[in-house]
């Protein structure tokens, strides 16, 4: 009996010492792989925080800070013009089709012309009988000459004759009588000439007002032809193929819009910043994504007394036609031009404790710089102090920069 107590006595003391054993084995294992889980946390910490982080950036540089005027306006085209009828008559042929584009000179409407070719005619014969009147006087007066007793000549000879004749006289290489004889014969020149001319004359008159009369039966019959004054657009036809229309009937409007102006409306106090020849930045209503640009052409010299406005007229190339007439249109008028200032995009600035800061990068660190700003205006910001010319100022993934940061520039 003591022989199995001390037996059972032995056992409890070997299962005891190896339950202690095991115990601190099994410890120190733990505290291994909690030592390694920790080495390994710290590790991918400090290897995270190694990262460097994508920014982008551009560069601080000199340019012109432009300072942009907003304003509503409206487009327009000063190429408009109602084509009307100038002669009546019923229309014969109709080339002009809605929104046709048509070339300058090309025929669009013609009205029937016989009649206005008959009266063409008639004026014509008018200026052919008083034509041969001339000729006949003429051929009359030759023959007068020619049979005179005095067998003198026609006016232009006795002209010769008398000024020779008075040059001999003035050198004295003839006699006073034969000067005298010579003046006679001019004078009777003169005389019997005065006589035919008057007839020459008002046959003459009657032949000018005939050949006017002809010019004007020609306009007229040329009227008959409505023809394009310049390349343009046809659009609201008001008559139709064998219509009659009368003199001053609208037949159809012709528009040309390969330029357009706009017509802006300037405030009284920001008028005097206006400049002519000044670029103009344009945004239509109907093109929310496209940007056009255009030219101050003229700006007007009266100010509304209603609303204190000046209007402002500017000039657009619009060779695809995009732009119509009475768009409604936001422009941008470049009212001051701060040159050669040291400009950093506006997305690159931040706010912090107040002050105005932005992040440039330096040998692959962010560093945090102060600045003192000048002008700016939507797109830049004018940089008096804190940045130097050339650096690179970081415009993207700076929100959550700190100083020293590692940074990686992507394009």
């Known amino acids: ?206 032949l000018t007002q005939a050949e006017i009369r002809v010019k004007k039966a020609k306009m007229t019959l040329e009227k008959t032809k409505i023809r394009a004054p310049f390349y343009g657009i046809v659009y609201e036809i008001k008559v139709s193929l064998g219509e009659h229309v009368s003199n001053g009937s609208e037949l159809f409007t012709l528009i040309n819009i390969e330029r357009i102006k706009v017509h802006a409306k300037v405030l009284e106090s920001e008028i005097r910043k206006m400049k002519v020849g000044r670029e103009v930045e344009l945004t239509f209503s109907s093109y929310p994504e496209k940007s056009f640009k255009g030219t101050v052409k003229a700006i007007s010299p009266i100010v509304n007394p209603e609303d204190k406005t000046c209007k402002v007229i500017i000039d657009v190339a619009n060779p695809g036609e995009e732009i119509k007439p009475g768009m409604h249109v936001d422009v941008e008028i470049a009212s001051d031009i701060y040159e050669d200032r040291l400009l950093i995009p506006q997305e690159s600035v931040l706010v912090r404790g107040g002050r105005k800061m932005a992040f440039i990068v330096e040998n692959g660190l962010a560093k945090w710089r102060y600045i003192q700003v000048g002008f700016e205006n939507e797109d830049f910001v004018e940089v008096l102090e804190g940045i130097e010319e050339g650096e690179q100022v970081i415009t993207e993934g700076h929100l959550t920069l700190a100083h020293d940061a590692k940074v990686n520039v992507i394009e």
């Open 1 to 206: 009996m003591i022989f199995s107590k001390k037996i059972l006595t032995f056992f409890l003391i070997i299962v005891i010492c190896g339950a202690i054993v095991f115990f601190f084995v099994y410890n120190k294992k733990s505290e291994s792989k909690s030592s390694d889980m920790l080495s390994n946390s710290s590790g991918q910490k400090e290897a995270l925080e190694e990262t460097p982080l994508p920014v982008k950036v551009e560069k601080a540089q000199k340019g012109n800070l432009i300072i942009k005027l907003k304003s509503p306006g409206e487009a327009i085209t000063d190429r408009k013009i109602i084509m009307k009828a100038e002669v009546a008559g019923k229309i014969k042929s109709l080339n002009a089709e809605e929104s046709r584009h048509v070339k300058k000179g090309e025929i669009l409407l013609e009205i029937e012309d016989e009649e206005y070719k008959l009266e063409l005619e008639s004026q014509e014969a008018d200026r052919l009988r008083y034509l041969s009147e001339i000729l006949l006087e003429k051929k009359f007066g030759e023959y007068e000459e020619r049979s005179s007793r005095s067998g003198e000549k026609n006016i232009l000879e006795a002209e010769k004759e008398y000024e020779k004749a008075r040059q001999l006289f003035q050198k004295g290489l003839i006699s006073t009588e034969e000067f005298e004889k010579k003046s006679k014969q001019y004078e009777l020149a003169l005389i019997e000439s005065g006589e035919k001319k008057e007839e020459i004359r008002a046959a003459a008159k009657g």
